[in-house]
């Protein structure tokens, strides 16, 4: 009984060399695991440092390639880029922009469309699927593209943005012949222009493109308040009153605009046009009797020259709604024919002073005969053009 004690006392003594050095042991087992584990972390950041590394440098190469036209090289580099980081919206976009510049597009769709389902409310992958969709003539895909690009995210100065995808819209929309719908988007342009000459320019031009006349002579008035010489805007704005029959107001802008360029053809020609309308007009404020008279007589008589070579055109057709009659000159032009030479020999200095009845009736025959040959019998002359411009102005006379 009493030696139990001391076999005990000696195994535990025994023992106690291994029981001090096992807590070491775990400690450094510990250790040991946890340096390794640091190790293979830091290794592996390394790692995706240094991929990330490749990534950008080979990214950056092909965006300098992309910028230059080189879209070969670029989408060589832009895949070697994706290879260290794959999942790079980024990279896969300027990868499509590239492809795109080869016109690979089928390529360049399937990135694109990937990238739109990650990330739909990004304006540069918008604004690219729609221009495919325009080159494949889907129509109501480039619509809707369009629109997302208008209303999407885009880095940088996002108003600038949305306002170049509107315009490129409204490009396509006008040159698909859908005015209304691009005149829509014009007027939701317009709100957002604000105080910039060149815009406002831009705007009244398009304006233009779609027959709305008074915005665009707005627009290019608000141009022209703040760019006081602007030949552009002056010219726009002459054509806008022109088009709206205030001749007197047109010839002021386009003076303005053909005296600051010259080269300027076409509103130099539209210039001589108005002021050529405006010599032929006798309803015109602020001048004599004499020169009222004198141009309804020359307005008859440019009618008279027009109606004789209608009848002498043997291919020309009746005016509208009037049956010729067969194998002879249209009896409708027979009838203007004879209203005109009953007229002509009324028509002088004395009876136009005696008779202001006259006066409209002449106008009025004459206005009838330039509407009726108006695109039936050739070219007309410019004093034909005049003649008809004025009975656009003063067609209810």
């Not at 340096?35 to 830091?42: C, D, E, I, P, T």
């Not at 004599?288 to 004198?294: A, L, T, V």
């Not at 020309?316 to 009896?331: F, L, N």
Request: charged share 25%; aromatic share 8%; with cysteine.
């Amino acid at each position: 009984m009493i030696q139990e004690p001391k076999r005990l006392k000696l195994s535990f003594q025994s023992l106690s060399p291994y029981l001090s050095r096992e807590p070491v042991t775990l400690a450094l087992l510990t250790g040991l695991t946890i340096v390794l584990f640091l190790a293979v972390g830091g290794l592996s950041r390394l790692y995706h440092a240094q991929q990330a590394s490749l990534a950008v440098r080979w990214a950056g190469r092909g965006v300098n390639d992309l910028n230059a036209d080189r879209y070969k090289v670029a989408i060589t580099e832009f895949r070697t880029a994706l290879l260290y980081d794959r999942d790079n919206g980024a990279y896969q976009l300027s990868l499509a922009e590239a492809l795109l510049g080869l016109k690979r597009t089928d390529e360049a769709y399937a990135y694109l469309i990937n990238l739109w389902s990650r990330q739909p409310e990004n304006g540069v992958v918008n604004l690219e699927l729609a221009r495919i969709a325009v080159s494949k003539k889907e129509t109501e895909r480039a619509l809707r593209f369009y629109n997302n690009a208008i209303y999407a995210t885009w880095p940088g100065d996002q108003e600038t943005e949305r306002r170049k995808a509107r315009l490129e819209l409204i490009d396509y929309l006008l040159r698909n012949d859908a005015r209304t719908q691009a005149e829509s988007e014009l007027i939701a342009l317009e709100a957002n222009v604000g105080e910039d000459a060149a815009q406002q320019e831009q705007l009244g031009g398009l304006f233009l493109r779609v027959g709305d006349n008074g915005r665009a002579l707005t627009a290019f008035r608000a141009s022209l308040k703040l760019e006081r010489k602007n030949p552009a805007a002056e010219a726009g704005a002459g054509a806008a009153e022109f088009a709206m029959g205030q001749y007197a107001e047109a010839e002021h802008y386009l003076e303005e605009a053909v005296a600051a360029a010259p080269a300027d053809a076409a509103s130099a020609a539209l210039l001589k046009t108005v002021r050529a309308a405006i010599d032929m007009d006798p309803y015109r404020p602020q001048i004599s009797e004499g020169q009222r008279d004198k141009i309804v007589m020359d307005a008859l008589a440019t009618a008279g020259a027009r109606l004789e070579m209608c009848q002498a055109n043997p291919t020309v057709s009746a005016p509208a709604g009037k049956k010729p009659a067969a194998g002879s000159p249209s009896t409708a032009w027979q009838q203007l024919s004879s209203q005109w030479w009953a007229m002509k020999p009324q028509v002088t200095e004395k009876t136009l002073r005696d008779n202001p009845d006259l006066f409209n009736s002449a106008m009025n025959l004459a206005f009838e005969i330039e509407r009726e040959a108006d695109g039936r019998c050739g070219a007309a002359t410019d004093a034909d053009q005049a003649l008809l411009l004025v009975a656009g102005q003063h067609q209810d006379n």
